[in-house]
């Protein structure tokens, strides 16, 4: 097999293993503890309104007729958080983290571009350069390179089909697929092939150390795997895929403590049309993500207590529904925090209100907290980050702070 040929092959395979630069891990902890990570993508731009609901907001019912979520203690009411927002009631299953104040949300935030393209806004956010086109990598790579301690192949894992942008870039970052098709054998998985593969991959040359390197994280993650699997056989699965692949990453990132960074994606939230409200699309979609939260906090068990998970969407939705019962393209959201270090049990950000003259451009939530600051807090007190090293994983970027001051505890 030439090189070339292998290069194809490890993109065909999902497998993703680049060389990172010496010296990227100089930094440490204050604790010495090894934080983590987990990013998730909504992918398709989620109603953050219907999500976090303002129902104290008049405006709010008088714009959805047939949309906005009824307020707590009506039939199908949204569950009350702070006695000024409430929780879509298909979330219940993530109620007890915020009782238990490690679940917190940043309303009325983004990315302060103004562009309206899913690509562009997912590009944006993934690279951590809003109206930045030009960005090489993804931020959660640059977060990689600025992480204490001796690198490991399996240090960052993207979960999924292919490698998102967010994790593109040079440091090494391994890639495997969820479901049955995770356990699904690699050509250099066969015994008569491996001497072939070590002779041509024996050199000191960079593309001998990458594939040397994918093959270490994808043979450790692949013996990972199989014995997961083989416990989750044992009963029952769970009853929805989101569930189900949160349980895997759980379990892969409890009982192997390399993994440091994770990252997954979820689509269906692009709700033009029939979005429902306690019930119907937007809430069919939410019942099983929150439920595959809820697992994940409960799989990763002791870990839990030094893991943040960011859940993320690129924009958030008009405030007015259309015509067809959903919602268009919008600007504010609402982002999700939660993990053991998270001083939950708050809505963070700044509330700029429905009212008419206080929408972005006459349609939109505005944005009050930049998406960088609210990330850039959890990787400056959860993940022991510098001044110096956040402006190199969010370049160019000073955001103001004070709306998420004291969201992870230190």
Aim: proline share 6%.
């Amino acid at each position: 097999m030439l090189r070339r040929d292998f290069v194809k092959y490890a993109a065909a395979a999902g497998l993703s293993i680049l060389p990172v630069g010496r010296g990227a891990f100089a930094m440490r902890n204050p604790d010495g503890a090894q934080k983590k990570l987990v990013v998730v993508f909504m992918r398709g731009a989620v109603d953050g309104l219907n999500v976090v609901v303002p129902y104290t907001e008049q405006a709010y019912y008088e714009v959805r007729p047939t949309i906005a979520i009824p307020r707590p203690g009506a039939a199908n009411g949204a569950l009350d958080l702070d006695g000024r927002f409430g929780l879509h009631p298909a979330l219940a299953s993530i109620m007890p983290m915020w009782n238990e104040k490690s679940l917190a949300f940043i309303h009325a935030s983004g990315s302060p571009d103004e562009t309206r393209s899913h690509f562009e806004a997912q590009d944006y956010m993934e690279s951590g350069t809003p109206g930045q086109r030009r960005t090489q990598d993804g931020w959660m790579n640059r977060l990689l390179a600025s992480l204490p301690g001796a690198h490991s192949p399996t240090q960052a894992v993207s979960f999924g089909p292919t490698l998102p942008r967010i994790l593109s870039g040079r440091a090494s970052v391994a890639n495997m697929a969820l479901g049955a098709s995770a356990a699904r054998p690699l050509p250099s998985d066969r015994a008569e092939l491996q001497p072939l593969f070590a002779r041509m991959y024996a050199g000191d040359d960079a593309l001998s150390r990458a594939y040397r390197e994918g093959d270490e994280a994808h043979k450790k993650l692949m013996g990972d795997l199989k014995a997961d699997m083989m416990e989750a056989d044992n009963g029952a699965p769970p009853a929805e895929a989101a569930a189900k692949n949160a349980g895997q990453i759980a379990r892969l990132m409890r009982d192997d403590r390399s993994i440091q960074l994770a990252f997954f994606a979820v689509g269906g939230w692009d709700t033009h049309v029939n979005e429902g409200s306690s019930e119907g699309q937007l809430a069919n979609h939410l019942k099983p993500l929150g439920e595959g939260l809820a697992t994940l906090a409960r799989g990763l068990g002791p870990v839990y207590d030094d893991t943040v998970i960011l859940v993320i969407s690129e924009f958030g939705r008009t405030v007015h529904e259309n015509g067809s019962g959903g919602t268009d393209h919008g600007h504010g959201n609402a982002m999700w925090v939660m993990g053991g270090p998270v001083a939950g049990g708050k809505v963070y950000g700044a509330w700029p209100g429905l009212g008419e003259s206080e929408l972005h451009e006459g349609r939109d939530l505005a944005i009050t907290t930049d998406f960088r600051a609210g990330i850039g807090a959890v990787l400056g007190d959860h993940m022991g980050l510098d001044a110096a090293a956040l402006s190199r994983v969010f370049p160019g970027a000073a955001p103001d702070g004070a709306n998420v001051a004291g969201l992870v505890r230190t």
